[in-house]
Nanobody, 122 residues
Framework: EVQLVESGGGLVQAGGSLRLSCAAS????????MGWFRQAPGKEREGVAC????????SYADSVKGRFTISKGQAKNTVYLQMDSLKPEDTAVYYC???????????????WGKGTLVTVSS
């Protein structure tokens, strides 16, 4: 059974940092590109960042470029999203997703997690 389990969300003040983790199981992690998405209240889900299967390349939405960093590794089968200089507009449920391809895209994901809530107070 495929599972993607996000953790690390919470409440933080504007300007602060959080690191989200996504633990993957049930598929060959090294064959999958991974992505982070978010959905704010009343808005559509948007892609935030993605990373290639090898971890060697990544891509970011313009709204988070320079503030967020996606990475693979450290713990086995885990992808991270380091979020710095957080803004109130970053408040959303953040989802981890996987796609069976080498280079990542922010569409056509194969598997999704259930999400973790990030709230940034002003």
């Amino acid at each position: 059974e495929v599972q993607l389990v996000e953790s690390g969300g919470g409440l933080v003040q504007a300007g602060g940092s959080l690191r989200l983790s996504c633990a993957a199981s049930g598929f060959t992690f090294d064959d999958y590109a991974m992505g982070w998405f978010r959905q704010a209240p009343g808005k559509e889900r948007e892609g935030v960042a993605c990373i290639s299967a090898s971890g060697g390349s990544s891509s970011y939405a313009d709204s988070v470029k320079g503030r967020f960093t996606i990475s693979k590794g450290q713990a086995k089968n885990t992808v991270y999203l380091q979020m710095d200089s957080l803004k109130p507009e970053d408040t959303a449920v953040y989802y981890c997703a996987a796609q069976e391809r080498y280079y990542c895209t922010l569409y056509g994901m194969d598997y999704w997690g259930k999400g973790t809530l990030v709230t940034v107070s002003s």
